[in-house]
T-cell receptor, first 109, second 114 residues
Framework: GQNIDQPTEMTATEGAIVQINCTYQ??????LFWYQQHAGEAPTFLSY??LDGLEEKGRFSSFLSRSKGYSYLLLKELQMKDSASYLC??????????WGAGTKLIIKP | ETGVTQTPRHLVMGMTNKKSLKCEQH?????MYWYKQSAKKPLELMFV???????ENNSVPSRFSPECPNSSHLFLHLHTLQPEDSALYLC?????????????FGPGTRLTVL
């Protein structure tokens, strides 16, 4: 079967760094996405990785290891507005997105 | 604003009602999607349309019926729903179906079935 695993909830302190992990087992792989979803709002795109390595975009970075079926999203210099759910999704062999249940990130002052 | 709008934002319906959800995208995209989002569960892909043709139907009950009259509009017709169908229904669009295309989501319709 197809499976995406990520922690249910994480807590971090304003100004700190947090890493949200995602492991996957899918039928085929055509890239991995990270989305951010604030409570009551639509998911918004953060990053896309299809090759191994680290992609940096401002305070957010995303890492992929295809051989390990593993990705992480790294958030630096955390701000209160970063409190949200972070969704990991894999594009499978049919280009359909398989989603994780999301990680709720709570930022404390 | 993502360029994808959904109406209504909230809907309460009885099990015998018929209602429709509407999605409109102003981005010139060719692919559109319906997702179901239940609390603490992964997004479930329901339907995929590419250039107004349905390309995927992920074993969705027939009480959900999609319609895509053109590449800018997508409907989800609801009929004799069950309480377990209560959820957030999200519409999304992308330029094409290829893997690297990010999806742009609408704000969703919060559906409650009594």
């Amino acid at each position: 079967g197809q499976n995406i695993d990520q922690p249910t909830e994480m807590t971090a302190t304003e100004g700190a760094i947090v890493q949200i992990n995602c492991t996957y087992q899918t039928s085929g792989f055509n890239g991995l996405f990270w989305y951010q979803q604030h409570a009551g709002e639509a998911p918004t795109f953060l990053s896309y990785n299809v090759l191994d390595g680290l992609e940096e975009k401002g305070r957010f970075s995303s890492f992929l290891s295809r051989s390990k079926g593993y990705s992480y999203l790294l958030l630096k210099e955390l701000q209160m507005k970063d409190s949200a759910s972070y969704l990991c999704a894999v594009s499978d062999s049919n280009y359909q997105l398989i989603w994780g249940a999301g990680t709720k990130l709570i930022i404390k002052p | 604003e993502t360029g994808v709008t959904q109406t209504p934002r909230h809907l309460v319906m009885g099990m015998t009602n018929k209602k429709s959800l509407k999605c409109e995208q102003h981005l010139g995209h060719n692919a559109m999607y319906w997702y179901k989002q239940s609390a603490k569960k992964p997004l479930e892909l329901m339907f995929v349309y590419s250039l107004e043709e349905r390309v995927e139907n992920n074993s969705v009950p027939s009480r959900f019926s999609p319609e895509c009259p053109n590449s800018s509009h997508l409907f989800l017709h609801l009929h004799t729903l069950q309480p377990e169908d209560s959820a957030l229904y999200l519409c999304a669009s992308s330029p094409r179906l290829e893997a690297y295309n990010e999806q742009f989501f609408g704000p969703g319709t919060r559906l409650t079935v009594l």
